[in-house]
C-alpha cells in the first residue's frame, strides 16, 4: 500500500491511475478491519510530487521497454546543448524530482541516463531491438560493479 501510495508521487498520469485501481482491488480483498486501516489513510507517502515531464509520455516510454523499440529523442544535455538522438530504452527510474531512461545510446555506442525533464520531443522510431533489452540491462548493471570496485579501491 506504501509503495502505491509512492507511485502518486512520480508525475506519470498512467502509473497513478494503475495504482488506483490496484489499491482499490487490495482493499476490497482484506478483511474488514484491515479495510478500516486502509480506508483512514495510516499510511502516508509524504513529500512533494514530481512535475509529469511535458515532452515525453513515461507511458510509451514504458511500452517502449517491453516491446524492445528504439525512441527517437530531441534532448538537451545539462549544458544546455541540443542532439539527436536514437535509443534503445531498457529501464526507467523514478527519482522524487524527475524520472530518468536508461538506454543504449546509438550516438555515444554506450549506456546514458537521458533526464525525462531535458527530453524536448520524444517519438517511437519504428524501429526495433528485439531479443537485445535483457543484455542491454545486463550491461547496465555490470556498469555498477566497475564503479563500486573503482570507489572502493
Do not use: M
Amino acid at each position: 500500500v506504501l509503495s502505491l501510495a509512492l507511485l502518486e508521487r512520480t508525475g506519470d498520469d498512467e502509473l497513478k491511475q494503475a495504482a488506483k485501481r490496484v489499491s482499490a482491488k487490495i482493499a476490497g480483498a482484506v478483511p474488514p478491519p484491515l479495510r478500516h486501516a486502509l480506508d483512514a489513510n495510516a499510511l502516508h507517502a509524504w513529500g512533494f510530487a514530481a512535475p509529469s515531464a511535458s515532452a515525453v509520455d513515461l507511458a510509451l516510454v514504458r511500452r517502449a521497454i517491453r516491446d524492445e523499440e528504439k525512441l527517437d529523442l530531441s534532448y538537451r544535455d545539462e549544458a544546455g546543448r541540443n542532439t539527436k538522438r536514437i535509443i534503445r530504452p531498457v529501464a526507467l527510474i523514478y527519482y522524487a524530482e524527475t524520472a530518468n531512461i536508461v538506454a543504449w545510446c546509438e550516438l555515444r555506442q554506450a549506456i546514458r541516463n537521458f533526464r525525462s525533464d531535458r527530453i524536448e520531443d520524444c517519438r517511437l522510431a519504428g524501429l526495433w531491438f528485439k531479443g537485445e533489452g535483457d543484455r542491454l540491462r545486463q550491461v547496465w548493471v555490470d556498469g555498477w560493479e566497475i564503479n563500486e570496485s573503482a570507489a572502493s579501491a
